[in-house]
């Protein structure tokens, strides 16, 4: 499962830096359709969510007292589920301020590698000592990286959508 979830973490890498290619300097701060974040902001949004992950996946872990891919089946099925529109948590949400789309995407694509590198070398199976996800409680390394894949993904496809609009 561990080489499944790494591999899958370079696809959607990929993936995301694809779909945010074609936006210019001007459409990444261009909010496309009433009611939407900018390219920029979702971008941030992504990056914000993360961006602290290779520090928390080189911390202190546990052995859990669970199977460590308890929440993965329904972090999967929930995210990937692009009918549904989701609530950010509020330390997540991107600001209101232009976004430089070179730097954002850079910074993007040297986390997720990063975060990449720092799981090949860890037991994916522990419990993240000083992490929860909100309201859901201790999480394994396993069902964090399944939670950056899926909600990289989920915004990856958001972007693809938004490019119709310029």
Do not use: C
């Not at 308890?70 to 948590?89: E, G, Y």
């Not at 915004?155 to 119709?164: S, Y």
């Amino acid at each position: 499962m561990a080489a499944d979830i790494l591999a899958e973490l370079a696809t959607t890498r990929t993936g995301l830096l694809e779909s945010l290619a074609p936006f210019n300097q001007e459409q990444f701060n261009t909010v496309p359709f009433e009611g939407s974040w900018t390219p920029g902001q979702v971008a941030e949004h992504v990056y914000k969510s993360i961006q602290g992950v290779p520090h928390l996946l080189n911390g202190e872990a546990l052995t859990p007292d669970r199977d460590p891919a308890l929440n993965v089946a329904n972090l999967r099925h929930m995210f990937l589920d692009f009918s549904t529109k989701m609530k950010s948590p509020d330390f997540i949400l991107p600001s209101d301020e232009p976004k430089d789309r070179a730097a954002l995407v850079q910074s993007l694509a040297d986390s997720l590698a990063a975060i990449i590198q720092s799981a090949q070398t860890k037991d994916l199976d522990l419990i993240i000592k000083d992490f929860e996800f909100p309201g859901s409680g201790p999480v394994t390394r396993l069902e964090l990286l399944n939670f950056i894949s899926v909600h990289t993904q989920r915004h990856a496809h958001q972007l693809r959508k938004m490019q119709q609009y310029f």
